[in-house]
């Protein structure tokens, strides 16, 4: 299976600051990529994708570079509400077998 | 409103028996996935179907079963064959093949042995 690489972090940022992480993927097939939010003991939601020309919702804003096979994910105005682990998903090049998950960047935003 | 149920939330299993994890959505959607999230891990794919009466292996399907028999459910049986089943086990769905816009999660469920 090919692989999605994160820094697992803590990333410990104070509150209003802007921070920034990225992952790589191995596939360069890949096709749809995706950052979701899990927050501790509970489900991961979408939180966005991301498309290649990059896209923003609010203050965060996503980059795919195709080139180097790296996605990136900033968020601006940081909250305290955003502590959470943020997984980077990529699409495993047309198979089947769904989506391959990176096992995610810690995230704790300090008052 | 559309979502994918998981039951139970919790579950505790004796050594040597086999326990049955419910999935069920009404999103319309085809294809389904179970995934096994251990701590500090990211989350591994057990089994997936992509229509009904038709399953998959995942990475890590050795001791685990599914079955396919409604599109709208997608049970998990753990086994005593599986030796480390403590767990967060998470079901979900798509509508594409392969999934171009992401899947919709259950809630979990926590599966501890005793």
């Known amino acids: 299976r090919k692989e999605v690489e994160q820094d697992p972090g803590p990333f410990n940022v104070p509150e209003g600051a802007t921070v920034a992480f990225n992952c790589t993927y191995s596939n360069s097939a890949s096709q749809s990529f995706f950052w979701y939010r899990q927050d501790c003991r509970k489900e991961p939601k979408l939180l966005m994708s991301v498309y290649s020309s990059g896209n923003e919702d609010g203050r965060f804003t996503a980059q795919l570079n195709r080139a180097s096979q790296y996605i990136s994910l900033l968020i601006r105005d940081s909250k305290l509400s955003d502590s959470a682990t943020y997984l980077c998903v990529v699409n495993s090049g047309g198979g089947a077998d769904g989506l391959t998950f990176g096992k995610g960047t810690h995230l704790i935003i300090q008052p | 409103d559309g979502g994918i149920t998981q039951s139970p939330k919790y579950l505790f299993r004796k050594e040597g028996q086999n326990v049955t994890l419910s999935c069920e959505q009404n999103?319309?959607?085809?294809?389904m996935y179970w995934y096994r999230q251990d701590p500090g891990q990211g989350l591994r794919l057990i089994y997936y179907?992509?229509?009904?009466?038709?399953?998959q292996k995942g990475d890590i399907a050795e001791g685990y079963s599914v079955s396919r028999e409604k599109k709208e459910s997608f049970p998990l049986t753990v086994t005593s064959a599986q030796k480390n089943p403590t767990a967060f086990y998470l079901c979900?769905?798509?509508?594409?093949?392969?999934?171009?816009?992401?899947?919709?999660f259950g809630s979990g469920t926590r599966l501890t042995v005793v």
């Open positions: 979900a769905s798509s509508s594409d093949r392969p999934p171009g816009y992401g899947y919709t």
């Open positions: 179907s992509q229509i009904v009466n038709d399953f």
């Open positions: 999103l319309n959607h085809d294809a």
